[in-house]
């Protein structure tokens, strides 16, 4: 570049401010690109890790699976014995809720503090059924459930999964 | 007046003309980063939805094996002992396109007034498809008789249940044993046998005795032979002291009556209990009856003849109805 040009450039005043404006403007323009794609960032993060989470969950869910060996009522004892096994893919599965039910879906009696145990009767130490592990629940004080009558068992998993069963006294 | 520029020409003054560059360069890489960002979460969401779709295609697959797991069991049989341990055997067949593992047996006991169950886990019965195989295991039952109904059943690894049918023949089996009997008796013709006395209350040779059906005329005898309990209800039957054997000579003159045996215990050793305590026969159980008690008299036109024998057996049910038959069952030749 020619020297006289770029001394004038230096000592020139005309347009100065326009320069310090404009400076100004694109340093804003910037900070605030940069915000929105901080922001944009975090909110597709955020999306990311829900959505994810939703997957996860619904995908543990679908691989969980328990199969009912035998529901046994033992009258005398007014208590339910249901034996179980996982035959899912999926280890820890936990037992959160029991429903027993009438035939016509009738609530009979809700069982929300649940002890699984071997069959042995021992108590299951994880308190989960891992895959092929079996457990039973022995749900008592459960009055009311007359002979030759049909019943329904429903089991809810800390997944959220529900198996459901019918069985006749 | 409008000029009207050649395309050439205008290319040329597009980039000759650097005014409003930035602007086109800072827009382009704005798209570039918002491309950037949307097509990773696109591609994002794209693989968590293919792992959702695996998932469900392995859920699928499972059920689809699940359901295409065919296995049979038939002919189970069921022996129990004294100590409640119920002996199940059964053939297994594998006729559904994939391997079956099963994992435990069910077995149910149920009478009028009672029922139980147990399980017992089986190892080792992996079925190829079409493979058959036998399976004999014992579950602990406690209370259980072999009066008691049993149904059993099952568990294949993938969640199947796989009921246990009943023995088809057990039912003719049955039928074929009683024709050696009538009604809830059969009678074994080769274990009938005679025992002398070699002591007023003591029978000689116990408990094999005298295997035949030449018997000396004008002794004093008894009789042993082994009767199994078929009753079809399969309840146990006790005998009590009434039951008896009676014999009599239909071609000797007058058609004399000959002795009658009552029945008796009789330990080991061939000694005879004086006070008779009922004899309990379970069902399915077979025992060697003894009729020791002596009782009328032999005739002398008796003497070389074929008399015919009758059994008469009196007690109850294990449900305590009454039990009560005859059973025309051997013929004895009392030579002199």
């Given at each position: ?51 994810s989470e939703a997957m996860d969950a619904d995908i543990a869910r679908l691989k969980e699976r328990l199969v009912f060996e035998y529901v046994f009522y033992d009258q005398s004892g007014s208590t339910l014995s249901v034996y179980l096994m996982n035959c899912g893919t999926i280890n820890d599965t936990t037992v959160k809720t029991v429903y027993v039910t009438t035939s016509t879906g009738e609530p009979i009696e809700v069982f929300s503090s649940i002890t699984l145990r071997y069959f042995d009767g021992n108590e299951i130490p994880d308190q989960d059924l891992d895959r092929g592990e ?36 | ?336």
């Open positions: 570049m020619n020297p006289r040009k770029i001394w004038k450039l230096l000592h020139g005043r005309r347009g100065v401010s326009a320069v310090i404006s404009n400076v100004i403007l694109t340093g804003a323009v910037i900070a605030v690109s940069f915000v929105v794609l901080a922001w944009t960032q975090y909110r597709s993060s955020a999306y990311n890790d829900e959505y079996e457990g039973k629940i022995v749900l008592s004080s459960l009055d009311g459930l007359e002979a030759d009558e049909s019943y329904s068992v429903r089991v809810v998993t800390g997944r959220g999964s529900t198996f459901d069963h019918t069985f006749i006294i | 007046m409008t000029i009207r520029l050649s395309f050439r020409e205008k290319i040329r003054r597009l980039i000759a003309d650097s005014k409003g560059f930035s602007s086109v360069i800072g827009t382009t890489f704005m798209v570039l980063v918002m491309m950037f960002l949307g097509t990773s979460v696109f591609l994002w969401t794209l693989s968590q939805n293919t792992l959702y779709n695996e998932a469900v295609r392995e859920k699928n697959q499972l059920e689809v094996d699940r359901l295409n797991e065919i296995a049979k069991a038939f002919d189970g049989k069921y022996t129990v002992s004294d100590d409640g341990t119920v002996q199940v055997s059964a053939e297994l067949q594998n006729t559904g396109p994939l391997s079956v593992q099963f994992t435990t047996i069910w077995v149910y006991a149920i009478n009028n007034t009672w029922n139980s169950y147990n399980y017992s886990t089986v190892s080792d019965i992996n079925l190829r498809p079409g493979d058959s195989s036998a399976i004999t295991t014992d579950v602990t039952i406690i209370g259980s008789s072999s009066s008691n109904s049993f149904s059993s059943w099952l568990i294949t690894e993938r969640g199947n249940v796989v009921p246990v049918a009943p023995a088809a023949e057990e039912q003719s089996i049955q039928w074929a044993n009683l024709a050696e009997g009538i009604g809830s008796l059969a009678f074994n013709f080769s274990s009938f046998r005679y025992y002398e006395f070699i002591d007023d209350d003591q029978l000689g040779d116990y408990p094999e005795g005298n295997p035949t059906f030449r018997v000396p005329h004008g002794e004093t005898i008894a009789f042993g032979f082994e009767l199994t309990n078929y009753n079809p209800l399969k309840e146990a039957i006790t005998f009590d002291e009434h039951s008896q054997m009676w014999s009599y000579f239909p071609a000797s003159p007058g058609q004399a009556n000959g002795p009658i045996w009552y029945v008796a215990n009789v330990n080991p050793d061939g000694t005879i209990e004086p006070i008779y305590s009922e004899i309990i026969l379970a069902y399915e159980e077979t025992k060697l009856f003894v009729f020791a008690k002596q009782g009328g008299r032999w005739e002398n036109q008796q003497q070389n003849q074929l008399g015919a024998v009758n059994l008469l057996m009196f007690g109850r049910f294990e449900s305590g109805l009454e039990y009560a038959q005859n059973i025309p069952f051997v013929a004895i030749f009392a030579y002199s």
